[in-house]
């Protein structure tokens, strides 16, 4: 009975998490052992707890069988415990995405079951002793229930080992994501202030992408793009009441697909694992960084996971909040330039000034350069220990951001933030590559690439197979031999915190399309035009709009721009809402998401 349950539960797993068409069946594999083990042992122990309880309740037996029994059935129901709430954690995550009748009929099959074994053992229990001959078939169902726990079992025991020699010689895989931070702040991408230091080295011993872009100008879309591989119009998680769906195919899950160890740090928020990015991860840790003191924390959890795992294949998901608001370090400030900022104003817990001065500006934005140094000193640091260590000879290493930051380039109202706008500030993320003996050192990709391209080109260099269900461009190729990408048009696409808003960028052209800009953002000055055309090697500022002379391949961008306009109004709604917890919306609101 409990093989059945765990069994009922696999296959709905599996069906979900649409294992077949993903061609994920390691990984379907994997969960249902887990499941079905779960399952199986649950039944086993409560089967024997109930018999045991059973007879020791008849009268006719002498008084020490009866204590012996009486503690050795409750033993067996204690037991049982932990391995039904492997099952009830499993059952809960996937009744929100199941229709009622099937989610009814699924329990319904294992209640019953439960029932049945329950009421067959009372009547065991009562039975025994009056010596009756054992039958066929119930000797029959205990030697083979027996050896389907004993095989289960098995298998959910040798599925680690195998899994290690299936992923053995592939590197391993680190990928970490910056919150909220904005290329042109980095040093390896020029910026003339001591941010990075750690990171720059880093960079200069693999590839620097100079024009990465963001899907999404917020954390949330942006990294359930980078995990999937697909825009923000596609995997549909774009709202704070989305989640991620069990049918979309994350990286992670490739990678334990193919025998990966899978560890995921993060800052929580729109990245904890409330929101359902813990798919294909084995662990999937969520740090609060304002209660810890900053990522010191994550980057320590990872360092341990890592030591952990030995040299067994990885991919490491880490992910920070640091520099994202509110900014606390005070590396780079001139206190001369304070003016009427108060430490209440700092730590955002009270409303800037209103009307900065150029001063006070400056503060803000030298307090940001602040942050990126100490997560430098976080990330860059795990990555330094990490190759002391010799873990990065047979890594490949990521760091990028999801989006960065107003920091008054367009908006003039509630700045520094993200979110309202697809200008550069806010969609242009820094994002080095490292792989000694895969990728030739000391490059600089010019093409501008996508996040999105990461999770298959991530998947090549590590020689695994492509994905159907991912939209970006495998680059390994090209980047083994030290070229250039293929040039595509790179696309960017926001529904919240504004008007839904699609930009279209190649080479130096950028075209942004708001199809209806009212109603606008009341807490933003950017008034966005219908249509913004930017010649960025002219005018990287995004500054003069030339729709009235539009350049060269401006028609087919706004074509290709109002088409993904259409899907979204073809879908308008998101119905895979869901109740956020206390202790999450507690988080979002420290970061200063007052939603
Ligand atoms: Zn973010």
Redesign the pocket.
């Known amino acids: 009975m409990g093989l059945l349950g765990g069994g009922v539960l696999a296959a709905w797993q599996s069906r979900l998490h649409q294992d077949l068409s993903h061609e994920t069946l390691w990984l379907a594999t994997d969960r249902s052992l887990h499941v079905l083990f779960a399952g199986a042992m649950m039944g086993l122990l409560s089967s024997v707890g109930t018999l045991l309880l059973f007879s020791a309740a008849r009268r006719e037996q002498p008084g020490s069988t009866r204590v012996i029994s009486l503690v050795a059935g409750g033993l067996s129901l204690v037991l049982a415990v932990p391995f039904f709430q492997i099952l009830r954690a499993d059952i809960l995550a996937l009744l929100p995405w199941t229709s009622g009748k099937l989610a009814m009929a699924a329990l319904t099959v294992m209640l019953l079951g439960t029932a049945i074994l329950i009421l067959f053992r009372a009547l065991d229990g009562k039975a025994a002793g009056r010596r009756d001959p054992v039958t066929l078939v119930p000797r029959v169902m205990a030697v083979g229930g027996l050896t389907l726990l004993f095989i289960t079992g098995a298998g959910w025991a040798g599925l680690a080992p195998l899994n290690a020699a299936r992923a053995g010689g592939r590197p391993s895989v680190i990928l970490i994501?910056i919150?909220?931070l904005r290329a042109d702040r980095v040093g390896f991408m020029g910026y003339p202030r001591a941010t990075t230091p750690r990171l720059d080295e880093m960079a200069a011993q693999g590839m620097v992408f100079e024009n990465a872009i963001s899907p999404a100008p917020?954390?949330?879309p942006?990294?359930v793009s980078l995990l999937t591989s697909q825009l923000p119009n596609e995997h549909r998680v774009r709202r704070v009441e989305s989640r991620v769906r069990p049918d979309l195919l994350m990286l992670s899950e490739c990678f334990r697909d193919a025998g990966y160890r899978t560890g995921a740090f993060t800052g929580g928020?729109?990245?904890s694992s409330d929101y359902g990015y813990k798919q294909g991860f084995q662990i999937y840790q969520d740090h609060n960084e304002g209660a810890e003191g900053g990522p010191g924390g994550i980057a320590q959890a990872a360092l341990e996971w890592v030591r952990k795992v030995g040299g067994q294949p990885f991919f490491l998901f880490v992910h920070t909040?640091e520099p994202?608001g509110p900014y606390l370090k005070r590396d780079f400030v001139q206190s001369a330039d304070r003016g009427r900022l108060t430490d209440e104003m700092i730590a955002g817990t009270v409303k800037s000034v209103p009307d900065p001065s150029a001063g006070e500006r400056r503060y803000i934005s030298d307090l940001y350069d602040g942050d990126i140094a100490n997560t430098d000193r976080a990330m860059g640091g795990l990555l330094m220990t990490l190759r002391d260590e010799g873990v990065l000879a047979h890594a490949i290493v990521v760091v990028t951001?999801?989006?960065g930051e107003d920091v008054w380039d367009h908006d003039a109202v509630d700045v520094p933030r993200?979110g309202h706008t697809l200008y550069e500030e806010i969609v242009h993320v820094p994002l080095l590559m490292r792989a000694p003996g895969l990728l030739p050192a000391g490059t600089r990709v010019k093409t501008p690439i996508s996040l999105i391209d990461l999770a298959p080109t991530l998947l090549g260099l590590a020689g695994l197979p492509p994905r159907r269900s991912m939209r970006g461009q495998n680059m390994a190729g090209a980047l083994r031999a030290g070229q250039e990408p293929e040039v595509r048009p790179i696309l960017s696409e926001a529904v919240r915190y504004g008007p839904p808003r699609f930009a279209w960028r190649r080479d130096g052209l950028k075209v942004i399309l708001t199809p209806d800009p009212a109603p606008i953002d009341k807490n933003s000055s950017v008034i966005p035009d219908r249509l913004e055309i930017f010649d960025l090697i002219e005018d990287p500022l995004e500054q003069n709009i030339l729709t009235a002379e539009p350049p060269a391949g401006s028609k087919s961008a706004i074509s290709t721009l109002q088409g993904r306009a259409g899907l979204e109004q073809d879908n308008p709604t998101e119905a895979d809402d869901h109740e956020q917890s206390r202790e999450l919306k507690r988080q979002l609101r420290s970061l200063g998401y007052v939603d």
Do not use: Q
């Open positions: 994501s919150d909220t917020w954390t949330l942006a990294h928020g729109y990245v909040y994202h951001s999801d989006h993200h």
